[in-house]
């Protein structure tokens, strides 16, 4: 279910909604629009009274979602999601094209730095690298790991590039989540649930690879963590 706010509603008069759809023990989701607030409602296992948030100030409707996924439906939101990075005039969803390139793994300082520069030149926008390396062999390098996105950082700091790199198990979401402007999750952690998990809690945004065969529902549901 979808609480929609009218134009003109307070942060107070959507709060208040928040707080009533918790008192029930549901989850509010508060989504800003370019002209009005919605509010997803989550964690429902039965039908919510429409009439219960209806009647509240600063509500304008209530909509009915019927689509499985529900935070990423257009009927929730349906104007662009626009990411901005504060500092730069780098917007995600906006007009322009957004380039993310550098080398599949950070191997050393000099290697990362020798790309970067290249990458930066090239007029991307974002330094992109793998400081954690998901192998189907455990003798396979895995990655220079913090100190890659200690590296990482460093190419941010010299080349004004933001930075996106992988995560791939918890422990890592934390390191990723301290230096990297941008989580990326990589194809084989689409349907690693408690990892979907853990990244809807991170506050930077996540880049979230499909899966090998997924189907676009499949995909949607895992955005929807």
Do not use: W
């Not at 919605?38 to 948030?53: E, L, M, R």
């Not at 005039?89 to 050393?108: F, N, Q, T, W």
């Not at 930075?163 to 349907?191: C, F, P, W």
């Amino acid at each position: 279910m979808l609480v929609v706010m009218q134009a003109t509603a307070t942060d107070e008069q959507v709060r208040a909604v928040c707080q009533r759809i918790e008192s029930f023990g549901y989850k509010a989701h508060a989504i800003p629009g370019a002209q009005r607030t919605a509010i997803g409602i989550t964690g429902n296992k039965g039908d919510v009274q429409q009439s219960t948030f209806e009647e509240m100030a600063g509500v304008a409707e209530v909509i009915r979602v019927s689509k499985p996924y529900k935070l990423v439906s257009r009927d929730v939101k349906s104007e662009n999601t626009v990411i901005a990075f504060p500092g730069t005039d780098v917007r995600i969803g906006g007009k322009d094209l957004i380039v993310m390139a550098g080398p599949c793994a950070i191997e050393s300082r000099e290697q990362a730095f020798a790309i970067a520069e290249r990458v930066h030149a090239a007029g991307a926008q974002f330094f992109r690298g793998g400081a954690y390396k998901p192998r189907t062999s455990p003798y396979s390098f895995q990655g220079l790991e913090e100190d890659g996105l200690k590296i990482m950082a460093e190419v941010r700091e010299r080349f004004g590039l933001l930075v996106i790199t992988e995560a791939v198990d918890h422990e890592s979401m934390d390191k990723v989540e301290e230096y990297a402007d941008v989580i990326q999750l990589g194809a084989r952690n689409m349907q690693n649930f408690s990892l979907l998990k853990r990244a809807g809690r991170a506050r930077k945004p996540v880049m979230l690879k499909r899966g090998l065969s997924a189907t676009l529902e499949e995909f949607l549901m895992a955005a929807e963590y």
